[in-house]
């Protein structure tokens, strides 16, 4: 809304400003009469109510059958951010993602790319462990999609993998093929900033899938790459 004033100035209102979808706040000093306050806001404030947000989510299968919500684990400040399908039995229990086999298999994955696990950012698609370990169905991937795109927002990271088809569609829809897409770096917008992102196998499936570890090693042979082109500190 565009409000005239006496003078046929136009004055922008803070409804229109807020309809942008951008943190900006009025400030009445003379000078900076418009802050963005993005940078000011605390990420371990933004990820509690982050949490709280997905705590208080009504009507889910997925919350009613699990014991816990399991949020994240790592570096919050960390440059990268890997993003799995769901939380299986040991992460239920645990309330930590990827701490059972694949977990197991994912440290390995990241040691060989000399990454040590303490030092990324990890969470997960949904949050609660779906009954039996099934996957999500679409509609409940499109739900927590809301939610994982906040998160990835809070975290901003420089590079965001995406571990399986799950994590695929919940950020990229449903109509493209992991193996077709994975192993090449794409871009994905999220809250109007671009994220650098590659989708490469689920360490579950290549315990299913020996036979596909070595594309999963090309991957993450590339990513490793990026990481010393951007210079990320790790
Ligand atoms: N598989 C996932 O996708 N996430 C976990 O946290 C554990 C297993």
Known sequence: MIINDKNQNNIISSELINSYDINYVFNNEPINRVKNTSNKENKYDLLNNLRKKISNINNCELKKNASQLVFSDGNPKSPIMIVGEGPGQKEDQEGKPFVGDAGKLLNKMLESIKIERNKIYITNVVNYRPPNNRKPDPSEIMRYSIFLKEH???????????????????????????????????????????????????????????????????????????????????
Request: hydrophobic content about 40%.
């Open 152 to 234: 990835i927002s809070i975290i901003n990271p420089k590079i965001l993998i995406l571990m399986g088809s799950t994590a695929m569609e919940s950020l990229f829809g449903s109509k493209i093929k992991i193996s077709k897409e994975r192993g090449t770096w794409k871009e994905i917008i999220i809250n109007q900033k671009t994220y650098l992102t590659m989708i490469t196998f689920h360490p579950a499936y290549l315990l299913r899938q020996a036979d596909q570890k070595k594309y999963s090693w090309t991957d993450l042979k590339e990513i490793r790459k990026k990481i010393d082109k951007l210079d990320l500190k790790i």
